[in-house]
Structure formats: C-alpha cells, structure tokens
C-alpha cells in the first residue's frame, strides 16, 4: 500500500472518529441554550449518547490506524 493511500484512510478514518463530537457541536449550536438547567442538560446528554459513542469510535480508529500503518 502506498504512503498516499494510507494518508487517505487515515484522513478518512480520523474525519469519522470525530463525527460524535461535530454532531454535539452542532445540536449545541441550533439548541441555543440559555442559562445554566439548558446548558446542564444539553451537555449531560451530550456526554451520555455521544461520549460513549465517541469513546468507541477512538478505541476503533486507533485499531485501525495500527492496521493501515503497520509494515506487514
């Protein structure tokens, strides 16, 4: 495999990995919350759903990334 193509996968796999977080972002940003009960539940459900997403998501790409990089 060429070092361009394992460039490519890793950018791949990296932009994926952090889809979670890009998600959270994004509802944070649309839901607008104001004050202190709106932040506290927006960022509890953040860290529940999608930390634990985010969380397996790097356990993966990192697997992934010691595949596509290690010499065979």
Not at 41 to 53: D, E, H, P
Not at 64 to 70: E, G, K, L, P, R
């Amino acid at each position: 495999m060429s070092i361009w193509a394992r460039l490519l996968c890793t950018l791949f796999i990296a932009i994926l990995v952090s889809l979670p977080t890009d998600l959270f972002l994004l509802i944070r940003h649309f839901a607008e919350p104001q004050g202190f009960w709106q932040n506290l539940v927006i960022l509890g459900l953040g860290f529940y759903f999608l930390g634990v997403i985010q969380i397996a998501l790097f356990i993966f790409g990192v697997a992934i990334f010691i595949a596509i990089w290690a010499e065979p």
